[in-house]
């Protein structure tokens, strides 16, 4: 038996007027989710405990059978894990994002244009990063290059827990009220303020300007945590488990929990991934041994943050014609199991998480399961009258457990 579970990050939404009132996943075409909606179970999870933030760590740490109000330390390290940094317990980390924020205004007036400085390529932000670093950075502090606009701080022997924000929390805002406030909070604002001067000037940034794109001018820190401490995933579930994703938080939660993170030329977390690659890896996988895959797609979330609503459509097409389709090719004559489902809503009209129940459809292969739906969306699933209230349980439903 293999177990497979498609994660359409921030796919679930709310209804939106420019699609009539719609949301997303019911205007989509997706051919090949409302069909195994008519033999699959369906219903409603939720996947973030009320205790804790909906953010993308703590629900992919659900889903993935981890409950999150034990093992969650917080999201950077997570990431640090995938970038292969080596935390001490004395260690705290920190996301740091490259933002685009606005100019001409004082630093507290300025306005958060884009979290993820227009999605930089990977080479242009480590080149500000690495001329950032040895420039702000001493002593306890040493910063990291990561994929795109996602990097990493290290704080050794800081024990304080700062109030930090998200970026993508606050896209078109004003920073002020939104800068670090609290320990260690003087510290990181004097490198984020810092950090904008010495990055606007950069030859990569002013070339960016140049061919019509936004600049990686600033800092950005938030999503702190400890060394994480994960079960082994095989031991806590009886699988060989592999998780295939573009971004750091998903790999660093399979390493962690022990299962393998395959890494995809191409991958991007974007509409321009290679769909084709990840679902090659995939089959491969599970060909050479793995019981369960996970296969990650952010292209919804980005879209949503953005507020993007014909990308958001698109991304989840896309799902369904370039991973579900050639899944299910793939798999064809074989005994498994498939979930789909996102991790958390990403709504267009907020443009940050939510902590509301997603939609998600379990199929059996050769045992179709009695469903009334004719289609895979938030109110079809809702109608179902099945609904999870833990994440975590999840897995088990998978696994037959």
Not at 264 to 293: H, I, Q, S
Not at 342 to 352: F, G, N, V
Not at 356 to 383: F, H, I, M, W
Request: charged share 25%.
């Amino acid at each position: 038996m293999k177990y497979i579970v498609i994660l359409g990050d921030g796919m679930s939404d709310l209804p939106v007027p420019e699609l009539g009132g719609r949301t997303p996943l019911m205007v989509a075409k997706k051919p090949n989710m409302d069909a195994l909606a008519k033999v699959s179970e369906a219903g409603l999870v939720k996947t973030v405990p009320d205790s804790l933030k909906p953010g993308s760590d703590i629900a992919n740490l659900s889903v993935m059978g981890y409950d999150p109000e034990l093992y969650y330390t917080g999201r950077s390290p997570l990431e640090a894990i995938s970038m292969g940094i080596e935390l001490k317990d004395t260690d705290t980390t920190f996301r740091c994002n490259l933002v685009t924020l606005s100019a001409n205004q004082p630093f507290e007036e300025k306005i958060m244009i884009d979290y993820s400085s227009d999605e930089i390529s990977s080479q242009e932000a480590r080149r500000l990063i690495e001329y950032a670093g040895p420039r702000l950075m001493g002593g306890p502090l040493r910063l990291y290059p990561g994929v795109s606009y996602r990097h990493c701080l290290v704080w050794s022997g800081f024990e304080g827990k700062p109030d930090l924000t998200p970026p993508h929390d606050i896209s078109e805002k004003k920073v002020g009220k939104y800068l670090p406030k609290g320990e260690g909070s003087e510290v990181l604002l004097d490198l984020m303020k810092k950090s904008y001067p010495l990055l606007s000037e950069h030859f990569v940034n002013r070339e960016r300007v140049k061919r019509g794109l936004r600049s990686g001018n600033c800092l950005w820190f938030w999503g702190q945590g400890k060394k994480p401490s994960l079960k082994p995933f095989k031991q806590m579930y009886g699988v060989e488990g592999a998780a295939i994703s573009a971004v750091d938080l998903i790999k660093g939660i399979a390493k962690a929990a022990g299962m393998r993170s395959i890494d995809v030329e191409g991958a991007t977390g974007t509409l321009t991934t290679n769909f084709g690659g990840k679902v090659r890896a995939a089959l491969d996988a599970l060909e050479e041994g793995c019981d369960y895959v996970y296969i990650h797609i952010e292209a919804p979330d980005e879209c949503g943050h953005r507020r993007e609503v014909d990308g958001k459509v698109r991304a989840i097409e896309l799902i369904d014609e370039k991973v579900l389709g050639p899944i299910l090719e793939g798999m064809e004559g074989k005994d498994y199991n498939l979930l789909i489902m996102p991790d958390h809503p990403t709504p267009l009209s907020t443009r940050t998480h939510s902590r509301d129940p997603v939609p998600y459809l379990l199929y059996r292969s050769g045992r179709p399961y009695p469903s009334k739906a004719s289609s895979y969306d938030e109110e079809s699933a809702k109608d179902s009258g099945n609904f999870v209230g833990r994440g975590t349980d999840m897995i088990k439903k998978l696994l037959g457990l």
